[in-house]
T-cell receptor, first 114, second 111 residues
Framework: KAGVTQTPRYLIKTRGQQVTLSCSPISGHRSVSWYQQTPGQGLQFLFEYFSETQRNKGNFPGRFSGRQFSNSRSEMNVSTLELGDSALYLC?????????????FGPGTRLTVT | QKEVEQNSGPLSVPEGAIASLNCTYSDRGSQSFFWYRQYSGKSPELIMSIYSNGDKEDGRFTAQLNKASQYVSLLIRDSQPSDSATYLCAVNGNAGNMLTFGGGTRLMVKP
């Protein structure tokens, strides 16, 4: 089975711009979660989508948003970029069946805001 | 605030030794517990999951869970230099997939 894929892998943006990141989950996985990883704050949960609905949301400002499509692919958007948004953005997918809540991460998108 | 605490390390062990990594969590309602390994510049890789009290073994890895003490640990037997990485403890509450991560413990296995 192919793993979680994320595009693009690297991005350089300027303050004030917006960015859209894409994630394709493992085939059959219906839950997609997004995380932000920075050296200072570590790995922090952004939001989770399941069956095209946002099921959980972390403590991030409204500039961070996401959506999920009927094929479980997900996108996240960050508007009005700030320098502090520079981070590795990770997507994780989960089967969400039985008692398994294991999440598998994609390679991430490295976003640099200048 | 729900927290997951890990010693940041580095934890240095000689090749062939047992590495012991520890994690405590604050939310008593936590249901699922995971250990991820992250090499520098890479994304986290799931190595163990544990859901009930006790030990769970998978190859050289053993995860231990004690919900009463709110404590999770990971033992790596016969440590190899290739095990040198940051190990992240993650905890899932009871509301979907929302992992709370510890800050990670950096493990260094010296040949």
């Amino acid at each position: 089975k192919a793993g979680v894929t994320q595009t693009p892998r690297y991005l350089i943006k300027t303050r004030g711009q917006q960015v859209t990141l894409s994630c394709s989950p493992i085939s059959g996985h219906r839950s997609v979660s997004w995380y932000q990883q920075t050296p200072g704050q570590g790995l922090q949960f952004l939001f989770e989508y399941f069956s095209e609905t946002q099921r959980n949301k972390g403590n991030f400002p409204g500039r961070f948003s996401g959506r999920q499509f009927s094929n479980s692919r997900s996108e996240m958007n960050v508007s009005t970029l700030e320098l502090g948004d520079s981070a590795l953005y990770l997507c994780a997918s989960s089967f969400q069946g039985g008692h398994s809540y294991e999440q598998y991460f994609g390679p991430g998108t490295r976003l640099t805001v200048t | 605030q729900k927290e997951v605490e890990q010693n940041s390390g580095p934890l240095s062990v000689p090749e062939g030794a047992i590495a012991s990594l520890n994690c405590t969590y604050s939310d008593r309602g936590s249901q699922s517990f995971f250990w991820y390994r992250q090499y520098s510049g890479k994304s986290p890789e799931l190595i163990m999951s544990i859901y009930s009290n006790g030990d769970k073994e998978d190859g050289r890895f053993t995860a231990q869970l004690n919900k009463a003490s709110q404590y999770v640990s990971l033992l790596i037997r016969d440590s190899q230099p290739s095990d040198s990485a940051t190990y992240l403890c993650a905890v899932n509450g009871n509301a979907g997939n929302m992992l709370t991560f510890g800050g990670g413990t950096r493990l260094m296995v010296k040949p």
